[in-house]
């Protein structure tokens, strides 16, 4: 079976701080995909990275860094120097078809940020 | 952004009435899906679609039906709504890479 734990269910941190956003998967397939989305207050969902199973290399973009490890099945994000425009629900997913590239959703983290 | 948009944005609705979604793209993706999104269980997979004519169901399909004659355009409906659809339902589109997801449709069933 394939699951995506989300165990932080709400994070508040102070505007500035860096924070870790945490995601295990479970799969037994050797090829997967995993993603993180982004749904701010107003309810869209926003794709923020994709990333194979064969690419374990770490990824930045601006203030955003994403750790991928195989060997604990993790593949957590952090925000550097938070902001309160961070403030969202954060959801990771996996998949694990690519035929049918069906998401599995983990339950998500809500991030506050206070100036 | 992806040319994803949902019909109507809000509605309510009463139970045992039927009522239908619309996701219409302007991508010409193969791939559709629909989703609900539930607190404390993120996003599930209700049905989804691999062509015209072609769908097939996900995790939570009970209640649902769904219909996709043109590329465009992926319907989803409750033939008789219950409290229990009461949620927010999410069209996406995939490039084979990436979901992309609508804007969301708020349904209340009382």
């Known amino acids: 079976a394939q699951k995506v734990t989300q165990a932080q269910t709400e994070i508040s941190v102070v505007e500035k701080e860096d924070v870790t956003l945490d995601c295990v998967y479970e799969?037994?397939?050797?090829?997967?995909?995993l993603f993180w989305y982004k749904q701010p207050p107003s309810g869209e969902l926003v794709f923020l990275i994709r990333?194979?199973?064969?690419?374990?290399q770490n990824e930045i973009s601006g203030r955003y860094s994403w750790n991928f490890q195989k060997s604990t099945s993790s593949f957590n994000f952090t925000i550097t120097a938070s902001q309160v425009v961070d403030s969202a629900v954060y959801f990771c997913?996996?998949?694990?078809?690519?035929?049918?590239?069906?998401?599995?959703f983990g339950t998500g983290t809500r991030l506050q940020v206070f100036p | 952004d992806a040319g994803i948009t949902q019909s109507p944005r809000h509605k309510v609705t009463e139970t045992g009435t039927p009522v239908t979604l619309r996701c219409h793209q302007t991508?010409?993706?193969?791939?559709m899906y629909w989703y609900r999104q539930d607190p404390g269980h993120g996003l599930r997979l209700i049905h989804y679609?691999?062509?015209?004519?072609?769908?097939d169901k996900g995790e939570v399909s009970d209640g649902y039906s769904v219909s996709r004659s043109k590329t465009e355009d992926f319907l989803l409906t409750l033939e008789s709504a219950t409290s229990s659809q009461t949620s927010v339902y999410f069209c996406?589109?995939?490039?084979?890479?990436?979901?992309?997801f609508g804007p969301g449709t708020r349904l209340l069933v009382l």
């Open positions: 799969t037994r397939d050797t090829t997967y995909y």
């Open positions: 991508e010409n993706h193969r791939y």
């Open positions: 997913a996996l998949i694990v078809s690519y035929n049918t590239d069906k998401l599995i």
């Open positions: 996406a589109i995939s490039d084979r890479e990436t979901q992309y």
């Open positions: 679609s691999y062509g015209v004519k072609d769908t």
């Open positions: 990333r194979n199973s064969f690419d374990e």
